[in-house]
């Protein structure tokens, strides 16, 4: 039987105390050492570790204490001891935002892109949201200890986008070697619509969700985000969800409908057409409601035919088209949707145009490591 390591072994018992931490908001040495199961000496050898190297918080003892011998200290988890950063690298938008290890952002940058830039464009206007949303909080990028990476198209096993896209000379960019000399800590790059289903599983309309389908409806360009057994599914190569390429679908019929001018890049006059038809629908004008029931019933017959295929318990309608309807194209499809398995429930998305931003930090934080990385303290602001 081979030796346990005894530095293994330190490194696992601080994991476990730092996880409760983390789990709880504060708590004495006797409550870490009942829910650890680790010995008292132990629990305050790594506590005392913990604070000098600045990952927690010790906290005077509750003055309101009652019982017997000497109030106990508190210790918590810092939120704030590291930083992780989300990037959307959109069609018309690039957008970066700093969170701590709760999520919560500190700071969000959106810039519009403009035209059809190249790739090298895209990057530096990417970089430009970055640097202003960390320069907001004060931040160093070698101070950010994990980076999530939303694109949209198929981003393969090796992180590379490997389907040919509308963003002109995007087909074939690896987003992470892209952005490892920025920044000296794990870098996840995935397709923005399952990083949008990560972030509805984890905070938005169906937390914590077994089986989920998570249809990102921008217009034309479309995704759909899969989550099977609590995670989400890229099948071979991360092509899993590339529904734009599945056209017995018909979703290209959506594209019939002058509502598809409520979508991202559309010229401003078929927005202009969009949004007054909708205006008429939503005061219950009949020609005007026959079309959200058309545009309606052309997406519904897809997803019948997904949830067949896939048996999710959920389907999350989201995207830019989802959000401008309101509630109405989500009610009207769960009136229509009578075909599907009697155990799926539709939904709108609760994170509304923050989906993928959100997953991108939900991402990072995934992926952020504090045994490699150095506390940080914000300056005040």
Not at 263 to 279: K, M, N, V
Not at 305 to 333: E, K, N, Q
Request: glycine residues 10%; aromatic residues 4%; contains cysteine.
């Amino acid at each position: 039987m081979a030796a346990l390591d005894p530095k293994a072994m330190r490194q696992a018992n601080a994991e476990t105390v730092l996880g409760t931490l983390y789990e709880h908001s504060v708590v004495s040495l006797a409550q870490l050492t009942a829910r650890t199961g680790l010995s008292r000496r132990t629990v305050e050898l790594i506590l005392t570790d913990l604070d000098e190297r600045d990952w927690i918080q010790t906290h005077p003892p509750d003055p309101q204490a009652t019982g017997r011998g000497r109030p106990a200290r508190l210790f918590s988890f810092r939120d704030d001891a590291g930083m992780v950063l989300g990037v959307d690298i959109a069609h018309g938008h690039c957008a970066a935002a700093v969170a701590d290890l709760r999520g919560v952002e500190l700071a969000r940058r959106v810039l519009p892109v403009h035209g059809e830039p190249g790739r090298a464009e895209r990057l530096a206007l990417a970089r430009e949201a970055i640097a202003q949303a960390l320069g907001a909080v004060g931040l160093r990028p070698g101070q950010i200890g994990a980076v999530g990476v939303a694109t949209p198209g198929n981003v393969d096993d090796q992180g590379m986008v490997a389907v040919r896209l509308s963003m002109r000379d995007w087909m074939g960019v690896r987003l992470g070697a892209e952005f490892a000399a920025d920044f000296d800590c794990p870098i996840h790059v995935e397709n923005d619509a399952k990083l949008a289903a990560l972030a509805e599983l984890r905070e938005g309309a169906t937390p914590g969700a077994d089986h989920m389908l998570w249809l990102m409806l921008e217009g034309r360009n479309n995704g759909l985000g899969i989550v099977v057994n609590g995670t989400p599914f890229r099948g071979v190569d991360g092509a899993a969800g590339e529904i734009f390429w599945a056209k017995a679908l018909g979703l290209d019929d959506l594209m019939t409908s002058p509502l598809i001018g409520l979508g991202r890049l559309q010229p401003e006059s078929r927005r202009a057409e969009a949004a007054a038809l909708l205006a008429r629908a939503h005061t219950g004008d009949p020609a005007a409601l026959a079309e959200v029931h058309r545009f309606a019933a052309i997406l519904t017959r897809a997803l019948s035919t997904l949830s067949w295929m896939m048996a999710p318990r959920h389907i999350v309608l989201g995207g830019s088209l989802t959000w401008a309807f309101g509630d109405l194209l989500t009610t009207t499809v769960k009136s229509l949707l009578t075909d599907a398995p009697p155990f799926v429930t539709v939904h709108r998305s609760a994170l509304g145009d923050s989906a993928v931003i959100r997953g991108t930090i939900r991402t990072a934080l995934d992926h952020f490591d504090w045994t490699t990385t150095t506390p940080v303290r914000l300056a005040p602001r």
